[in-house]
C-alpha cells in the first residue's frame, strides 16, 4: 500500500500540533521531518527538539531525513527524540555501511537518500541492508520546488534493482511532488511520499491530505 508521509518542513511551526492532527485527519501515514544544518545543504531548519515535539504531538510514524554532515554524531540524539527511521545521505555519510548498523542498534528503520545528480547504482552495495531508498526529485535545501523529471527514471532503476538484488526496501520521494503529478510517480514504482507544499501551504490541510492519500490508494 502507498505510504503517505506528510512533510513539516511546510508546516506553521507556532502551531506544530494542530498541523500535524489536520494532517492526520486527512488520512496521513507517516510524518516525515526534514532536519537541514546550513552545511550539507543551503538552509537550516530544526533538530531533535521539533522532532520531540512531533512525536508529543502524533502515535503516527516519524520519518526523520538528516540532510546534515557527519549524521553518526547525531542518531542517538534523533533516536532519543523519538524517531522512528531515520534518513542519511549517501553523500554525507562517509562509513554508510556503519552508520544503517548505528541506526538499524537502537532499534529504528534505517534508510538512504541521494541528491538529484547521483546515480542509484552507487548504492549497488548498501541497499540489501537499508529499509528505503529515498529519490530526491528536487535539490535539497528548500521546499515548494518544480520535480526534477528524470527522476522518474531513478525510481524505475531502483525498481529494477531491488527486483534484481531480492531486496525489501521501500522506494521514497521527496521533492515537488503535487496532485498533478503524484500519480505519474506512483506509477512509476515509488511507495512512500514525503510531501510537503502540497499539504501544508493553505488552510486546508485536511483536504488536501485527503486528497493526495485518495490518488495513491
Not at 20 to 36: K, N, Q, S, T
Not at 74 to 86: C, L, P, S
Not at 160 to 185: C, H, Q, T, W
Request: aromatic share 6%; glycine share 6%; hydrophobic share 45%.
Amino acid at each position: 500500500m502507498a505510504i503517505l508521509a506528510t512533510s513539516i518542513l511546510s508546516a506553521d511551526f507556532s502551531n506544530i500540533s494542530e498541523q500535524i492532527r489536520l494532517a492526520e485527519l486527512g488520512g496521513a501515514d507517516w510524518i516525515h521531518c526534514d532536519v537541514m544544518d546550513g552545511q550539507f545543504v543551503p538552509n537550516i531548519t530544526f533538530g531533535p527538539i521539533i522532532v520531540k515535539a512531533a512525536r508529543k504531538s502524533t502515535k503516527l510514524p516519524l520519518d526523520v531525513h538528516l540532510m546534515i554532515k557527519d549524521p553518526s554524531k547525531y542518531i542517538d540524539e534523533f533516536a532519543k527524540a523519538g524517531a522512528n527511521r531515520i534518513i542519511v545521505h549517501q553523500e554525507a555519510a562517509v562509513h554508510l555501511n556503519r552508520v544503517v548498523n548505528q541506526i538499524k542498534d537502537l532499534g529504528m528503520k534505517a534508510g538512504v537518500a541521494i541528491n538529484p545528480s547521483t546515480p542509484v547504482e552507487i548504492l549497488e552495495n548498501i541497499l540489501e541492508y537499508v529499509d528505503s531508498l529515498l529519490i530526491m526529485s528536487v535539490n535539497p535545501g528548500f521546499g515548494g520546488q518544480v520535480f526534477i523529471s528524470n527522476s522518474f527514471a531513478k525510481i524505475r532503476k531502483a525498481v529494477e534493482m531491488r527486483k534484481r538484488l531480492s531486496a525489501n526496501f521501500l522506494i521514497e520521494i521527496d521533492g515537488g511532488v503535487d496532485k498533478l503529478n503524484i500519480k505519474l510517480v506512483k506509477d512509476a514504482g515509488v511507495d512512500v511520499f514525503a510531501i510537503g507544499s502540497a499539504v501544508f501551504n493553505n488552510d486546508n490541510i485536511t483536504a488536501n491530505t485527503t486528497e493526495l492519500k485518495n490518488i495513491i490508494k
